[in-house]
């Protein structure tokens, strides 16, 4: 009927969103200027900048298994309305808003106020997570918009995909719970969960 | 006889055009420095940064919307000529200018010339519903650009989206008049119009 | 043989960078700072930056100029190899440097010495339409890179790519030579260029 | 199976950072202010501006390269499973931190300390051109992810991007040493090897 009822639009923006979104985050590591230079040398302040390095590590790792995962559900999702298109801009609101956590975060890492900054990177972590669920709840009620003639495989797929989704969000929640208790604590566990979901992804589907 | 009549290429680039102008509007909520922060509390600021984030949400949403139209009726559109190109350009000029009186809206919200920038912002917003209204016209005078063998769905598809651009122009034009009575009332009726096209959107097509 | 030995990703690729490189224009329209607000007022000010809304009118409808060529000259292009790749990277070049001409020229329009600021504003604009010119003799070279069957059509087409051509380098040069005697003059045939091939576009093609 | 597990999404969002990381190198060269202006006219300024301008031709130039041989690769890489994305994940982790050792070389390359910004250029680079030879022997071995049938032409290509590898790594840690002792000899390393290979895939190619 429709020349392009299927997803392939709405991956290319995504796609596009999601590349400027990891590659803004570099912008946040600010060049030192000459005036601090001259006071506290070059090295030393590449070396104080590590809070930086760090945010962009986590954030480039959270963004990337975002999309590694987007990109694992639209190989199941073969259909899209209008209001999947709404849930996806949801994911993309929060995916968008992520840089700006990130940079406060590489700024006030060791300040003694960085409690509130560990409060809405993870709170954004744990948005992100939700949103997900939404999406996916959304595309697989009643199969809505998963293929017509499912096939086994893609079955084992879609449930492989719902039970990471189960434990996301939790996870997630606990990382927000934590940064209220301790700043590091709360980044290292959203560190290691970006590279936790990047191991079980590479072992549930090879 | 050509390779690409069609409309991947336009589809690409504009949607590379709209993911860019999304993701930019995140660079205008200023991370604030360390200065500022020891007079006056980090929680502080990043509670009175409130005017970014609303600006932030209602731009996000605006375009989001734009560019669900804009995939809507490019399920419709199976040619291209360069006068649509043109068309399209214009469109995607306004959409391109967005970011700056955003930026402006989110430093100048409270402060007592603020007028101007409601002025510019909702000008901008009504100057982008009507380049749509001027693509869709393009494009369906006489059938130009719609598949050759019109279905009756496409039809009612077609005479949906036409329906939309209606009331469009005149929503927005409204808004531009509120914006020299009442600024927060101009803002608060273009965050109302997303979400309303928003729902609309859902319920016309769902 | 190959899985793509077309043109797919260099369309692609291309795209992103014009979409990226018109849609970054709009950062150098600065948002004016509180401090210059409180002495000269926000109206004022705002209208004080009209050459930054000329720079980025003119620069937004040579970039978009550009890519409708470039999506014009991938209708007849089929085929791709390294040597085309990169002359094509060789007009990327040049589109992605144009935003600091732009920023320039937005900023010391007014000052005594702008004249340099058109020198390269114009000089880029020359250069682009000189890597043009190399990227289509290329394709068209021997017709390496165009359709293996050559209908009338593309013929006809091809030729009128060649002659838009014949014309652009030696009118830009021009408007190169110009910005030696006159900063505005020079501007003002950008944007008329802009606008001419717009316009000579929309009667080739229609 | 699935709709996709081909390797269309993988190229479109590579293609989407690639083209951001290579735009947003523009903006690393600054617009001087009016005050500077002032003091030492605009004509010296933008002269003196020239390690921005060498900093932006070699990273274009870098980057552009990498493209090339990426869309090379994926013209022989026919699948693509979750390890993969990890693999190309790491590669675009490296492409989009270049930037940040992009604009510190633009500013520092003239300081008594820039040695450091030059280790950090340099190793970037070697760790891209490491991250390359990963991503190739994972696609490679027992031809994990290339073509079913390999044809003799595949078999040629795949030996040409191996060799091409071999020595990458090796080179790019040779400018990593020379960065120790000469600052400007390993920028100018860096340079001739961008074009170096862009002139060998020319050359192997066709």
Same mark, same amino acid.
């Given at each position: 009927?429709?020349?392009? !009822? %299927?997803?392939?639009?709405?991956?290319? =923006?995504?796609?596009?969103?999601?590349?400027? +979104?990891?590659?803004? @985050?570099?912008?946040?590591?600010?060049? &030192?200027?000459?005036?601090?230079?001259?006071?506290? %040398?070059?090295?030393?302040?590449?070396?104080?900048?590590?809070?930086?390095?760090?945010? $962009?590590? *986590?954030? $480039?790792? *959270?963004?990337?298994?975002?999309?590694?995962?987007?990109?694992?559900? /639209?190989?199941?999702?073969?259909?899209?309305?209008?209001?999947?298109?709404?849930?996806?801009?949801?994911? @993309? #609101?929060?995916?968008?808003?992520? &840089? /700006? &956590?990130?940079?406060?975060?590489? !700024? #006030?890492?060791?300040? &003694?106020?960085?409690?509130?900054?560990?409060?809405?990177?993870?709170?954004?972590?744990?948005?992100?997570?939700?949103? =997900?669920? %939404?999406?996916?709840?959304? +595309?697989?009620?009643?199969?809505?918009?998963?293929?017509?003639?499912?096939?086994?495989?893609?079955?084992?797929?879609?449930?492989?995909?719902?039970?990471?989704?189960?434990?996301?969000? @939790?996870?997630? =929640?606990?990382? /927000?719970?934590?940064?209220?208790?301790?700043?590091?604590?709360?980044? +290292?566990?959203?560190? #290691?969960?970006?590279? =936790? #979901?990047?191991?079980?992804?590479?072992?549930?589907?090879?």
């Amino acid at each position: 009927m429709y020349k392009d !009822e %299927g997803t392939t639009r709405i991956e290319a =923006f995504s796609d596009g969103v999601f590349a400027i +979104a990891i590659t803004l @985050l570099v912008l946040q590591i600010k060049v &030192p200027s000459h005036t601090e230079v001259e006071r506290q %040398g070059l090295s030393h302040l590449l070396a104080a900048l590590w809070p930086s390095y760090l945010a $962009f590590t *986590t954030s $480039f790792m *959270t963004i990337l298994v975002i999309w590694v995962k987007h990109h694992w559900m /639209f190989t199941l999702i073969q259909r899209s309305d209008h209001a999947f298109l709404y849930w996806n801009g949801l994911l @993309l #609101f929060f995916v968008t808003f992520f &840089p /700006f &956590p990130t940079a406060l975060l590489a !700024e #006030f890492l060791l300040h &003694p106020e960085a409690k509130v900054t560990a409060n809405l990177y993870t709170g954004t972590a744990f948005a992100i997570s939700l949103a =997900f669920k %939404g999406l996916w709840w959304y +595309a697989t009620k009643d199969q809505r918009l998963l293929a017509e003639h499912v096939t086994s495989l893609v079955t084992i797929q879609a449930k492989q995909i719902t039970h990471h989704d189960r434990y996301g969000p @939790l996870l997630y =929640f606990l990382a /927000f719970g934590v940064s209220f208790l301790s700043v590091s604590a709360s980044i +290292a566990l959203c560190l #290691f969960l970006a590279l =936790f #979901f990047a191991v079980l992804d590479w072992l549930m589907k090879s």
